[in-house]
């Protein structure tokens, strides 16, 4: 089966560092893009950015360039998506995506994490 | 940057037909794909490429684009259709996904 499984919740304070993971498996992990989605509580989705984990390839959304950092480990088939400085703001579940190519469809979704940021 | 506009509720009684549009500067020349997302639960994809739908997905689903709007189309409306839907496009002059606001479904 075809699946992304992320890492579990987290509560952290603001200020601190965080990483979350999502692990591909079912398929061959490096041909595929991996992305990161972020929906706030109430709120819509938002595209943070992608890696091409054969490469390490990345872009990211413009709303979240130098915020965020994106990273895969292909021996692992572990795609990450890390801060160094949290803010209350990043409250949020953040999902992990699947596309063959750039501009296909996200056909596989991650569970989500879900991060919260209080002091 | 692209904006994608959609209505924030759709509602509709069961057995009728809902449609859900997505409205954007020449989306017709796009390839729009749409996404459910029931509460509590991850996105699932319903619609890529304006019209096709994904194995596992009703044919009752189905999806138009042409001009400034995008439109998914559930005929034969069900309870278990009560959702939140969103559209996404690729805007390639900024190389970057964008999505719709998302448009949630009562079924009534």
């Known amino acids: 089966e075809v699946q992304l499984v992320q890492s579990g919740a987290e509560v952290k304070k603001p200020g601190e560092s965080l990483k979350i993971s999502c692990k591909g498996s079912g398929y061959s992990f490096t041909i595929y893009w991996i992305g990161w989605v972020r929906q706030m509580p109430g709120k819509g989705l938002e595209w943070m950015g992608i890696i091409y984990p054969g490469d390490s390839d990345t872009k990211y959304s413009p709303s979240f360039q130098g915020q965020v950092t994106i990273s895969a480990d292909k021996s692992i088939s572990t795609a990450y998506l890390q801060w160094s400085s949290l803010k209350a703001s990043d409250t949020a579940m953040y999902y992990c995506v699947r596309q063959q190519a750039v501009q296909d469809a996200f056909d596989i979704w991650g569970q989500g994490t879900m991060v919260t940021v209080s002091s | ?108």
Do not use: M
Request: net charge neutral; charged share 15%.
């Open chain 2, 1 to 108: 940057s692209y904006v994608l506009t959609q209505p924030p509720s759709v509602s509709v009684a069961p057995g009728k037909t809902a449609r859900f549009t997505c409205g954007g500067n020449n989306i017709g020349g796009k390839s729009v794909h749409w996404y459910q997302q029931k509460p509590g639960q991850a996105p699932v994809l319903v619609i890529y490429f304006d019209t096709d739908r994904p194995s596992g997905i009703p044919e009752r689903f189905s999806g138009s684009n042409s001009g400034n709007t995008a439109t998914l189309t559930i005929s034969r409306v069900e309870a278990g259709d009560e959702a939140d839907y969103y559209c996404q496009v690729w805007d390639s002059s900024s190389d970057h996904w964008v999505f719709g606001g998302g448009t949630k479904l009562t079924v009534l």
